[in-house]
């Protein structure tokens, strides 16, 4: 079973409801491995996976790291290259001036001075650089902050731009676009976890909710879309089930549990 986080399995106040735990804890006494995947960095799966009971390996990032949840160490990782980014950055400031640059590398965030956006449990982990493409660290993930735009609008604006050099997508955050190197999905890495462990695309269930949840909800061989999900995620996902705040994730377990 392959699981988004926010506006998925969480809560809207951001953690795994008591139902949900148990669900989680149902399906893995049955044999089940539960993968998160998630635009989430390491650092922002620790404390969920000790709410929803779970171990083993997560995606997070979109897909550019694979972490190791028991041992909180990252695995894999597939950066964006500094040649691309900056080409991706060029074609930002053109489509979208003004725009506010942060580098995820992975253990912290480095922010310029436009990208004003912070996450409260995050805060520890900003770090404010002249110039986030010049501080040398790895680019897990290029993020692009426009408050006078939303996601949606951002994407439409720069998507046809910025072409093979990367991979663009947002997960509901208003104004923010998550950029990745070129081929990294959530779906692509969640795939080479699935090979490594002999289980079929078929096979996997997934839960997501936003865009860049997409590639996963099309994979699997069950993809359900929760019911507070974009309207893109909606009309494409092939099974749909109740909002994070109703326990949809818990209601489909539930249900696939009791008539196995």
């Known amino acids: 079973m392959a699981t988004d986080l926010d ?60 972490y190791d949840i028991a041992s909180d160490e990252i695995t894999a990782g597939s950066p964006l290259a500094p040649e691309a980014a900056r080409k991706v950055a060029e074609a930002l400031a053109q489509a979208l001036p003004g725009v506010g640059l942060a580098v995820e590398t992975g253990r912290n965030v480095l922010v310029e001075s436009a990208y004003t956006r912070r996450v409260e449990h995050d805060l520890d982990f900003y770090r404010e650089v002249a110039s986030v493409l010049d501080a040398g660290l790895p680019i897990v993930k290029l993020l692009a902050l426009s408050p006078a735009h939303t996601a949606d609008e951002m994407f439409a604006a720069v998507a046809g731009v910025v072409g093979d050099l990367a991979e663009v997508t947002h997960s509901g955050v208003e104004g923010l676009l998550e950029i990745s190197a070129p081929g990294v999905t959530k779906a692509v890495t969640l795939d080479r976890l699935c090979a490594e462990r002999g289980v079929g695309a078929g096979d996997v269930v997934a839960f997501g909710d936003m865009p860049n949840d997409l590639a996963v909800l099309r994979y699997a061989g069950a993809g359900y879309a929760m019911a507070n999900a974009h309207p893109a995620v909606l009309s494409a996902a092939a099974h749909r089930t109740l909002s994070n705040e109703e326990d949809g994730v818990a209601a489909v377990l539930e249900h696939l549990l009791a008539t196995r």
């Open 7 to 66: 506006g998925t399995l969480l809560t809207d106040a951001g953690t795994v409801s008591p139902r949900t735990r148990k669900a989680l804890q149902d399906a893995r006494a049955a044999g089940a491995e539960i993968i998160f995947v998630t635009a989430r960095a390491p650092r922002g799966v620790r404390e969920i996976a000790r709410q929803a009971g779970v171990t083993g390996a997560a995606v997070c990032s979109n897909g550019a790291i694979v």
